[in-house]
């Protein structure tokens, strides 16, 4: 038999512990056929084979994303990306020729300013997007997403005025002197604005998504957990796997007020995969909404707030389990996850139970973890950002904040942990996420080695949803999602791991040059 395909003269990191490295893979139809030597390849090789030299650059399996939102973020591709400002000026310069662009009163929407990079150090107000952009309602949020400056026509078409009331979480900047509003909104608040925005229409929301998933796969991604917001995002999966615009593996999981859509729908195609059902246990850390076992330090009378009961869990439990599919249950606070522990040890079931986010912990926790066999699902650019950004040492205290994602702690004690990005909140790319567990700043014991972070992506992602047997790992008999890179993430500095190129992606079998 000869190959289809086969890849030569490679950096083969397969992670695979019976044959953690090769020289070659040979590839027929979707799957892997055989790994190994140039040599051993080489007698599959046939006048009808592909034969592609890699020169020694590196092919890792295919890396799996755990937790995405692709239509939000496609949504935010059709944003301003405003990441290259670097003054008020720059900053008008960029709102002003868009506004030329766009018709009277639609809104403009961009993302990416940091009043740390503009040469004036300080946020852009009401009168600064006026005079850039008065006919068009403009919101624009800051890079870390918590915070987002408004002009005075969004204001008013979201009804915000100095008697406005200010949610749970959130602030309000306002003038000292007027009380009238600055156009700066934080945290929680910033929902008021949002709430005004249009939805884009259905055409223009699948052609983001499409270009979302072209984004994704140039990240290096085959695989991605789709985690589905909206109804109207079902039919756009859909039509965009009916026209081979779907160029990766999806597991979709849904919230459980839309488990009866998906009666309707059609997983019969490879690609496709009903992945699972999401139960929130409790809210944010960044709302201080997250349900903890004591007060935030800096809030003593705030303990946070548990969305359901025990009762109301394990009856969540009971309907997805007896659905046939996977719970993914959102628990960020230590007693969400005690009480979501609670209920798990209580449900008997051969199902394997994963938990997002998984934040605040504790020694006890983490052995409960274990011993009921329980996946960690986590963002690594969201660790760094509830240090730098939401200040969990000053809200968490240091002690509790030194269990706040113990990443190496999890894995030394055996629990299985999983690598997404939650983009477009955080940024997309998993070799800046792998990056990011390597180079931890805070609390650096918890750092994890470069061969520890590409398990996350690849097959510990894997065994998250239950597909490690067929995907994560470059084996004989596993499915042909591969990808290759320019460098090796071992063999680079590891300030220089999110730098490193996709080169090819392959999946299913199918070949992707970039």
Same mark, same amino acid.
């Given at each position: 038999m000869s190959a289809d395909l086969a890849l030569v003269n490679a950096n083969v990191h397969t992670m695979n512990p019976d044959q953690p490295t090769a020289q070659a893979v040979a590839i027929t139809k979707n799957k892997i056929v055989k790994v190994g030597t140039n040599k051993q390849i080489k007698q599959l090789i046939s006048k009808n084979t592909k034969v592609i030299s890699l020169d020694g650059k590196t092919v890792l399996p295919g890396l799996i994303d755990t937790h995405i939102h692709v239509a939000d973020f496609g949504r935010c591709l059709l944003w301003l990306d405003l990441t290259t400002a670097e003054s008020m000026s720059d900053l008008q310069s960029i709102l002003k020729e868009k506004a030329r662009q766009t018709p009277i009163d639609k809104w403009i929407i961009g993302r990416g300013w940091n009043q740390n990079r503009f040469k004036e150090n300080r946020m852009p107000t009401t009168s600064d997007l006026d005079s850039a952009a008065k006919d068009n309602p403009v919101i624009i949020y800051h890079e870390s997403a918590m915070i987002c400056s408004v002009n005075t026509k969004a204001l008013q078409l979201a009804g915000v005025t100095k008697q406005t009331s200010v949610p749970k979480g959130g602030s309000i900047d306002k003038n000292p002197k007027t009380g009238e509003p600055t156009g700066i909104l934080r945290d929680s608040a910033t929902n008021i604005i949002w709430q005004a925005v249009p939805e884009p229409t259905i055409n223009e929301l699948f052609e983001a998504t499409s270009l979302a998933c072209k984004k994704i796969t140039e990240a290096g991604l085959t695989s991605v957990h789709w985690l589905v917001l909206s109804e109207i995002e079902l039919p756009i999966i859909q039509k965009l796997n009916a026209q081979?615009?779907?160029? *990766?593996?999806?597991?979709?999981?849904?919230?459980?007020?839309?488990?009866?859509?998906?009666?309707? *729908?059609?997983? =019969?195609?490879?690609?496709?995969? *009903?992945?699972?059902?999401?139960?929130?246990?409790?809210?944010?850390?960044? =709302?201080?909404?997250?349900?903890?076992?004591?007060?935030?330090?800096?809030?003593p009378n705030n303990s946070g707030k548990l969305l359901c009961t025990e009762e109301g869990l394990a009856a969540s439990f009971k309907q997805v389990l007896a659905a046939g599919v996977q719970p993914i249950i959102l628990a960020m606070g230590d007693k969400a996850i005690d009480t979501t522990l609670n209920v798990i040890e209580q449900t008997p079931s051969q199902a394997r139970f994963r938990i997002e986010q998984a934040a605040v912990l504790n020694k006890n926790l983490v052995k409960r973890l274990k011993k009921q066999n329980v996946v960690v699902s986590v963002q690594p650019k969201v660790i760094s950002t509830e240090f730098t950004v939401w200040s969990a040492i000053k809200r968490l205290g240091k002690e509790r904040a030194r269990w706040l994602h113990p990443l190496k702690t999890l894995i030394d004690e055996g629990v299985k942990v999983a690598g997404g990005s939650d983009c477009p909140m955080e940024p997309l790319s998993p070799l800046l996420g792998m990056q990011e567990v390597v180079l931890r700043a805070e609390f650096p014991e918890q750092r994890l080695s470069v061969e520890e972070a590409l398990h996350l992506y690849t097959l510990d992602a894997a065994y998250a949803s239950g597909e490690e047997n067929v995907k994560g790992s470059i084996e004989e008999g596993k499915l042909a999602d591969l990808i290759i890179l320019s460098s090796d993430p071992n063999a680079v500095v590891p300030e220089k791991i999110k730098n490193i190129s996709v080169e090819m992606v392959l999946v299913n079998g199918r070949l992707i040059i970039f």
């Amino acid at each position: 038999m000869s190959a289809d395909l086969a890849l030569v003269n490679a950096n083969v990191h397969t992670m695979n512990p019976d044959q953690p490295t090769a020289q070659a893979v040979a590839i027929t139809k979707n799957k892997i056929v055989k790994v190994g030597t140039n040599k051993q390849i080489k007698q599959l090789i046939s006048k009808n084979t592909k034969v592609i030299s890699l020169d020694g650059k590196t092919v890792l399996p295919g890396l799996i994303d755990t937790h995405i939102h692709v239509a939000d973020f496609g949504r935010c591709l059709l944003w301003l990306d405003l990441t290259t400002a670097e003054s008020m000026s720059d900053l008008q310069s960029i709102l002003k020729e868009k506004a030329r662009q766009t018709p009277i009163d639609k809104w403009i929407i961009g993302r990416g300013w940091n009043q740390n990079r503009f040469k004036e150090n300080r946020m852009p107000t009401t009168s600064d997007l006026d005079s850039a952009a008065k006919d068009n309602p403009v919101i624009i949020y800051h890079e870390s997403a918590m915070i987002c400056s408004v002009n005075t026509k969004a204001l008013q078409l979201a009804g915000v005025t100095k008697q406005t009331s200010v949610p749970k979480g959130g602030s309000i900047d306002k003038n000292p002197k007027t009380g009238e509003p600055t156009g700066i909104l934080r945290d929680s608040a910033t929902n008021i604005i949002w709430q005004a925005v249009p939805e884009p229409t259905i055409n223009e929301l699948f052609e983001a998504t499409s270009l979302a998933c072209k984004k994704i796969t140039e990240a290096g991604l085959t695989s991605v957990h789709w985690l589905v917001l909206s109804e109207i995002e079902l039919p756009i999966i859909q039509k965009l796997n009916a026209q081979k615009r779907l160029p *990766f593996r999806v597991n979709v999981v849904v919230p459980q007020k839309l488990m009866g859509k998906m009666a309707n *729908f059609d997983t =019969s195609d490879a690609l496709l995969r *009903f992945g699972g059902v999401a139960i929130n246990v409790d809210g944010y850390l960044d =709302s201080k909404e997250a349900a903890l076992l004591e007060p935030y330090s800096d809030e003593p009378n705030n303990s946070g707030k548990l969305l359901c009961t025990e009762e109301g869990l394990a009856a969540s439990f009971k309907q997805v389990l007896a659905a046939g599919v996977q719970p993914i249950i959102l628990a960020m606070g230590d007693k969400a996850i005690d009480t979501t522990l609670n209920v798990i040890e209580q449900t008997p079931s051969q199902a394997r139970f994963r938990i997002e986010q998984a934040a605040v912990l504790n020694k006890n926790l983490v052995k409960r973890l274990k011993k009921q066999n329980v996946v960690v699902s986590v963002q690594p650019k969201v660790i760094s950002t509830e240090f730098t950004v939401w200040s969990a040492i000053k809200r968490l205290g240091k002690e509790r904040a030194r269990w706040l994602h113990p990443l190496k702690t999890l894995i030394d004690e055996g629990v299985k942990v999983a690598g997404g990005s939650d983009c477009p909140m955080e940024p997309l790319s998993p070799l800046l996420g792998m990056q990011e567990v390597v180079l931890r700043a805070e609390f650096p014991e918890q750092r994890l080695s470069v061969e520890e972070a590409l398990h996350l992506y690849t097959l510990d992602a894997a065994y998250a949803s239950g597909e490690e047997n067929v995907k994560g790992s470059i084996e004989e008999g596993k499915l042909a999602d591969l990808i290759i890179l320019s460098s090796d993430p071992n063999a680079v500095v590891p300030e220089k791991i999110k730098n490193i190129s996709v080169e090819m992606v392959l999946v299913n079998g199918r070949l992707i040059i970039f």
